[in-house]
């Protein structure tokens, strides 16, 4: 079917349910704002660090489909609806908004938009989810509008604030260390992520692999379009590194034929890596593991594990 149809040159367009009404209408200004709204998620998810939100942001944008379809219904259309905003998805966003809240600290003075990408365009959202409120209770004065809409919509803009603060903080928490006992799953995700992170900057697709101290692998990440050989080397570059507890580029003059380590790569199995890319992973000077890290040059794949151990504290 074509994009245009032309039904709508004179400045008027159809309801679900058959009806037209102008385009300057109180009901096609509410849903209007609500699509805009809907497009502001979508350009703040595209900017957003914390990926369990993300999905949130996703599933409120198809909430916000539904709940745009609704007012853009004559009432012989409403009759019609399968679907509609309800009391569960209320409460779906109270109890987002209740977990965010949990780890937050408390704040009892205005926030200032913008301290992160993410956040500012969440915020960004947010005042159009509000506008968009506005432009319902406008609509609710001469029409009649569902009441779970307008709690709905009510609920979003405080869901969203909640997002942005926590962005903010998620952000804080970056720039902290950790100090740890053992390498916990948690603790090798957050490496990964970091160094992740470092070679996304870089523009270099990388394998990332992390091992405990016994050389059991923790976690590895296969970034997109990395190459398979990566795979091998950035798990051997682990293990290289709790082996011998250094870091693999300081085995490469000890393994130089004559040095005091000749011969070393053909040990374990010819798993021995001797040049950058592996670091042993300490934590109050006891060895927890190591990353390895592959699909770079040597001082690349170097840079890339410095980033990923900046989540350390010794």
């Keep these: 079917m074509k994009i245009y ?22 009901r096609v200004s509410a849903y ?18 914390t990926e ?13 489909f539904v709940l745009g379809g609704e007012l853009a219904s004559d ?39 913008g301290m992160t990408k993410g956040s500012a365009f969440l ?25 779970d809409i307008l709690q709905y919509m009510n609920r979003l803009s405080d869901t969203l604030y909640a997002m942005s603060r926590y962005e903010d ?44 101290d016994g050389g059991c692998l923790k976690a590895m990440k296969r970034m997109d379009g990395a190459i398979k050989g990566s ?23 000890e393994t130089l034929p004559g040095a005091s380590l000749y011969g070393l790569e053909q040990t374990h199995g010819g798993h021995v890596v001797t040049f950058a890319g592996g670091m042993p992973i300490y934590s109050k000077g006891r060895l927890l593991g190591a990353l390895g890290v592959s699909g770079g040059t040597v001082e690349e794949d170097k840079a890339v594990c410095l980033a990923g151990l900046t989540s350390m504290k010794d």
């Design 32 to 49: 209007g704002a609500v699509d805009q709204a809907n497009a502001a998620l979508g350009v703040a998810a595209n900017f957003m660090e």
């Design 231 to 253: 795979v091998a080397i950035s798990r051997d570059k682990a293990l290289t590194a709790v082996y011998f507890q250094t870091a693999t580029e300081n085995l490469g003059k």
């Design 5 to 26: 149809t032309k039904t709508g040159d004179k400045g008027e367009t159809g309801l679900f349910g058959g009806s037209r009404v102008k385009k300057a209408s109180l």
């Design 75 to 113: 009432e012989e259309g409403r009759r019609k609806l399968k679907i509609r905003i309800g009391k569960a998805d209320i409460a779906f966003l109270e109890g987002v908004i209740d977990e965010i809240t949990k780890s937050l600290p408390e704040k009892t003075w205005f926030v200032i938009p």
């Design 123 to 147: 915020h960004g959202a947010r005042t159009q989810v509000r506008f968009a409120e506005r432009e319902i209770l406008t609509l609710g004065e001469e029409e009649e509008v569902s009441e």
């Design 52 to 64: 369990i939100l993300i999905k949130v942001i996703r599933v409120i944008q198809d909430k916000l």
């Design 169 to 212: 903080e998620g952000t804080k928490k970056d720039m902290e260390s950790f100090s740890a006992e053992a390498l916990s799953d948690t603790l090798a995700e957050e490496i990964l992520r970091k160094a992740e992170k470092k070679a996304k900057e870089l523009g270099i697709p990388m394998v990332l692999s992390v091992v405990d």
